[in-house]
């Protein structure tokens, strides 16, 4: 039996389930075509769907994106059982009001001279399509889908379990 996927246009859902995972896996596209993935520090997501990122003028991913905009993004949340999966377009911008805007502290570390440090962008995303699954941790749960499963031969789909597109 096929796996049924429930398709939302409601971006607020995506967002919710990201909203607390700050690393996430960017990738984007090479030159040549070969995918380049790097962790990436996401700044309060916007509930319109935008995902904003801190990064370096001249870094390759600024250079990749100038010459394909489509990215991808993967969260995870491993002990919750929470995956999640962001296609988008990224531009970049070195607007100051907007690198203030979204500045914390803790960014010093890579960029020493503050906000105003000339080196310093910001790449934005555009949520195209997500994909999140949300599934029960508790182990008590996984045991009993897995006894469920040997005695019946039937695939468990526990209550809760939820695995939807969301198409903004």
Do not use: C
């Amino acid at each position: 039996m096929a796996e049924q996927v429930a398709v939302s246009h409601d971006v607020t859902e995506l967002i919710k389930r990201i909203k607390d995972i700050k690393i996430a896996m960017l990738t984007t596209a090479e030159q040549d075509g070969t995918l380049h993935s790097r962790p990436m520090y996401t700044q309060e997501p916007q509930n319109d769907g935008t995902l904003w990122f801190y990064t370096e003028k001249d870094s390759a991913k600024i250079f990749e994106v100038k010459k394909d905009q489509h990215v991808s993004l993967n969260y995870s949340k491993p002990e919750d059982n929470l995956y999640v999966a962001v296609s988008g377009t990224a531009t970049v911008t070195t607007n100051s009001e907007l690198i203030k805007k979204y500045w914390s502290e803790g960014l010093r570390a890579w960029f020493p001279n503050g906000p105003e440090d000339p080196n310093i962008a910001l790449l934005r995303i555009d949520i195209v399509r997500g994909e999140y699954w949300d599934q029960p941790s508790n182990v008590l749960v996984r045991a009993f889908g897995y006894a469920k499963a040997v005695i019946t031969g039937e695939r468990y789909q526990p209550t809760g379990d939820e695995h939807t597109q969301v198409k903004p």
